[in-house]
């Protein structure tokens, strides 16, 4: 069988998650008729959200695959000090150019749920469709170095329109990416990238109370800083978050020398 070139592949993939969103659209709708009545704009685009990464695993699932379902503790453990690692040492950073304080912060718990659950899809959504999907399309050709780069490179281009944005956060991201998408090839399993991504965006937006991506999200707790506007806005992120963080870019690259033996690219 002849193999698809590069482009027509990669605008399958796009149009699998459109299908899937179209299909998680009518479904919304049809669940809020029936258990709601009242067709609410909002909650229909919050109910199709949700359910769009289990429709477009449906829609992609191809038989004896494994490298989406399989959980690995111990992948789960590293994604997740990965996170933090980054996050401590950049907040740390940040925290001795600032005085701040970490106050309790009021939140509805169903709120503070149902942004959890966003996060999860978010990260489940975009780790199916940059790590595996696109930067699949790559692997399967042996054209592994430039896969990651260029999935890295869709996947920040992904955030161009998301709000505060400027071009140290797309880099950021970018270099996020690389190190993610290295650790993918070397696994061949989304569980420590995906709980990298959700932990991260986590900690971030929920437990920090900071934005993540240029998103306000509800929170646990709040940072406080005694006086946010004074900092650099390449040193704190900015109105995108401690994403946009000179710290955060400073930190990203030397965890990925770091890894740079192990992941072995």
Same mark, same amino acid.
Request: charged share 15%; aromatic share 14%.
């Given at each position: ?78 994604? %997740? !000090?990965?996170? &933090?690692? @980054?996050? =401590? $040492?950049?907040?740390? *950073? ?6 701040? +304080? ?64 400027? %071009? !140290?956060?797309? &880099?950021? @991201?970018? =270099? $996020?990416?690389?190190? *993610? ?6 696994? +061949? ?73 192990? $992941?072995?690219?």
């Amino acid at each position: 069988m002849k193999k698809r070139k590069l482009f027509t592949e990669i605008l399958i993939v796009f149009g699998n998650l459109w299908l899937a969103e179209i299909i998680a659209g009518l479904f919304g709708i049809t669940l809020i008729r029936v258990f709601y009545g009242n067709i609410d704009e909002e909650l229909v685009r919050k109910v199709a959200f949700l359910l769009a990464p289990l429709i477009l695993l449906l829609v992609i699932h191809r038989k004896n695959d494994r490298t989406i379902f399989s959980i690995r503790t111990k992948e789960i453990f590293y994604g %997740i !000090l990965i996170a &933090v690692v @980054i996050l =401590l $040492i950049s907040y740390i *950073l940040i925290f001795m150019v600032q005085n701040f +304080k970490i106050i309790h912060n009021n939140f509805s718990v169903v709120e503070l749920l149902f942004y959890t659950a966003m996060l999860l899809n978010a990260a489940l959504i975009e780790e199916v469709i940059i790590r595996y999907m696109i930067l699949g399309i790559f692997i399967k050709r042996n054209k592994i170095r430039i896969g990651i780069v260029i999935s890295s490179l869709i996947w920040a281009a992904m955030h161009l329109g998301n709000p505060s944005v400027n %071009i !140290l956060p797309i &880099v950021n @991201i970018f =270099l $996020i990416g690389i190190l *993610l998408g290295g650790i993918y090839v070397k696994t +061949k399993n989304l569980s420590l990238p995906f709980f990298y991504h959700f932990f991260w965006n986590f900690t971030i937006s929920i437990i920090f109370g900071t934005n993540v991506s240029g998103i306000d999200t509800p929170s646990i707790f709040k940072i406080s800083f005694k006086d946010y506007e004074a900092i650099n806005p390449l040193l704190s992120g900015g109105g995108f978050g401690i994403e946009g963080s000179l710290f955060i870019t400073l930190t990203i690259i030397l965890i990925t020398f770091f890894y740079r033996q192990k $992941i072995n690219l």
